[in-house]
């Protein structure tokens, strides 16, 4: 593992016979670097969630699904929620960006320059708008790089390489200089499911291990778990210099279904991080989680249909605690999803997703979770 006092950082020295040159230099753990400021009082965030969705290969989202979103129609929707934080995408799952002209491919026939547009509709709404890169997964990686990727399946594939590092961190800096996000979530930030390891991990393993990989295969579980913990590390000192290094007062925001997994834990990682969350959604591992962070770090519960969390115990234990709240769910046809109804009905009787924002919603208006929106737009008590 990296001494304390050292980080690894990805220089791309040189472009040779068509091969990427990449050296690993090792320089002082600057313990200063410039943390996101808080900007708003409580987090209250949502996404509708563009990651998943018919027609791509491996049930993530055909790319170009849902091209014609229009970033109007979506802020008008986070602000009738009461969302303070819209959390949208940089590049979905699919591997395609949702803003045009970059390095990265834009969704196919994508209407609107989608993420700037979020973003200065959002930011003229008060609301801070956060983008969104899959780190485990990437369906137009992995087609584009058999041999740097475990296949395309709809979970985690990429070991996390010199080429794919050099990659993330152009991305990065790209979305974050030129479409003016407040900041982005990293997600399924693990290790690729693997039966047998490919040649370029193996070379990733001596080249952070210092050792020859096993020529049997067989790694002892302190071994494995020693060489994760420093891929993981190594990849997240290549996210946070290329996010600060382009915007000081970037967010990074990252989500983690298993926050408690060990090769995650008491990490660098987790002092520097901007935003920490659950996704599991339980408050029992975000209190254990809690003194492992950093003093800038919040903590965000989530609520979605996966994580079958009650909406009505959550909230209002995450609000007494401090805790941020988030939520997420698949688009409906339109790219939206219905609202108004689940404002104007009670919660009682709702279920899944439907439940959910419901209760956020009520949970971000600041008002009864009991309440309903009449015909004026403001929330009473229903008759009895």
């Known amino acids: 593992m990296l001494a304390k006092n050292t980080k690894a950082t990805v220089a791309i020295l040189a472009l040779m016979t068509g091969k990427l040159v990449v050296t690993i ?31 791509g290969p491996n049930g993530f989202a055909e790319p170009g699904l849902w091209a014609d979103a229009d970033p109007a129609k979506h802020v008008a929707w986070y602000k009738s929620m009461g969302a303070n934080v819209i959390q949208t995408f940089a590049v979905s799952c699919n591997g395609y960006a949702w803003y045009k002209n970059g390095k990265v491919p834009e969704q196919p026939g994508l209407k609107y320059d989608f993420l700037p547009e979020m973003v200065r509709i959002g930011h003229d ?3 801070l708008v956060m983008g969104y890169f899959c780190i485990g997964s990437n369906t137009r990686w992995g087609q584009k790089h058999p041999n740097l990727s475990y296949g395309t399946p709809s979970t985690r594939h990429i070991p996390y390489t010199d080429e794919y590092l050099a990659y993330l961190s152009s991305a990065i ?4 200089r030129t479409t003016g996000i407040d900041g982005f979530m990293i997600d399924w930030f693990y290790q690729p499911e693997r039966k047998k390891w490919k040649d370029c991990e193996k070379k990733l393993y001596e080249q952070l291990m210092g050792e020859v990989y096993p020529d049997d295969g067989k790694l002892s579980k302190e071994k494995e778990a020693e060489y994760s913990r420093k891929a993981i590390a190594r990849c997240w000192r290549t996210i946070h210099k290329a996010a600060k290094s382009a915007n000081p007062e970037c967010i990074i925001w990252l989500t983690a279904f298993n926050p408690t997994h060990p090769h995650i834990v008491n990490s660098a990682m987790y002092k ?3 935003w920490l969350m659950n996704e599991g959604g339980d408050l029992k591992r975000i209190k254990a989680i809690e003194p492992m962070i950093g003093k800038h770090t919040r903590l965000i519960t989530c609520l979605a249909h996966w994580n079958k969390q009650e909406a009505t115990t959550v909230v209002p234990a995450a609000l007494k605690e401090g805790i941020g709240l988030y939520g997420f769910a698949k688009p409906g046809a339109n790219s939206l999803r219905p609202l108004e109804s689940l404002l104007t009905r009670p919660v009682k009787g709702l279920k899944g997703d439907d439940r959910n924002i419901a209760v956020l919603a009520r949970a971000y208006h600041g008002v009864p979770v009991t309440s309903v929106r009449n015909d004026e737009g403001k929330f009473v008590e229903p008759d009895k």
């Open 25 to 55: 230099v090792a320089e002082p753990l600057d313990d200063t670097h410039p943390v996101a400021p808080s900007k708003i009082k409580d987090i209250k965030a949502y996404c509708i969630d563009f990651n998943w969705g018919p027609g």
């Open 125 to 127: 709404e008060g609301m």
């Open 272 to 274: 520097e991080v901007d």
């Open 173 to 176: 800096d790209e979305s974050v």
